[in-house]
């Protein structure tokens, strides 16, 4: 089977061909400002769908460009709801294509992500709002796919490894910047790091009066670790051991 034999595709792909024509209506100064915009966020809908499909054995990875399919639905969206209000004499083609985006493409989108039970039993249940019926079916399927998205990408961090090479690069960085400050008279000197576990990250300061460094400089230290390696949404636990002097 062929991504081309996809419903979503082919209602996408048309609705690109008709955004595509349909975009050079806008005056000629608009033509490589929002024309261009819609016209890239139209072709971004089917190129994700594309790309999704190619990787559709891998499940994170189909979630994920399922996700980004709806937010390139999204943002067409947007663009066609700016030129209808800022061109009244020539929205009534946009308003067609505004609807069949947001009734076309993200009812399947979400009919995809119900029917792909299989996807869904790796994760968690939706969340209060996915789960609530009080809400139009299309407002939780999206809470549900960014929710998909979240839980990816928090997954990924909360079991990521550093070697302790690059560890040691960056804690050797950060203490060149802002070296530990002296207390009690005592010169504070961190000898190395690394990675004890993972999920939640844990790692290990090792230096040579671990009792006296502050918990500021720890967290420094921290945040180092963060903008070097990410940990987007999860916890890191630092502990600060003794170097053994032998």
Do not use: W
């Not at 230290?221 to 070097?228: G, L, M, S, Y």
């Amino acid at each position: 089977m062929s991504y081309r034999n996809l419903d979503i595709y082919k209602i996408s792909f048309d609705l690109f061909i008709k955004t595509h024509k349909t975009s050079f209506l806008l005056p000629k100064h608009e033509l490589y400002e929002l024309g261009s915009q819609l016209r890239r966020s139209a072709d971004s809908v089917i190129t994700n769908i594309v790309e999704g499909y190619g990787r559709s054995s891998y499940k994170k990875e189909y979630e994920r460009f399922l996700v980004f399919t709806h937010s390139s639905c999204d943002e067409t969206i947007n663009h066609l709801e700016k030129i209808i209000l800022l061109y009244p004499e020539i929205n009534s083609e946009f308003k067609i294509l505004r609807n069949e985006y947001d009734n076309e493409i993200e009812d399947t989108i979400y009919k995809i992500s119900s029917d792909k039970r299989a996807l869904t039993n790796k994760y968690k249940k939706f969340d209060k709002i996915s789960k609530n019926k009080r809400y139009d079916r299309k407002y939780r399927a999206k809470f549900y796919l960014l929710k998909k998205v979240l839980n990816i990408l928090i997954k990924d961090e909360y079991t990521k490894r550093i070697s302790t090479g690059l560890l040691n690069t960056v804690l050797k960085d950060a203490i060149a910047v802002n070296e530990a400050p002296t207390r009690k008279g005592r010169a504070i000197k961190i000898n190395y790091a690394t990675q004890i576990s993972s999920a939640p990250p844990r790692f290990a300061l090792f230096c040579n009066h671990p009792d006296l460094l502050h918990f500021s400089y720890i967290r420094y230290i921290e945040n180092k670790f963060r903008e070097a390696f990410g940990f987007d949404g999860c916890p890191i636990e630092i502990v600060v051991n003794k170097k053994n002097d032998e």
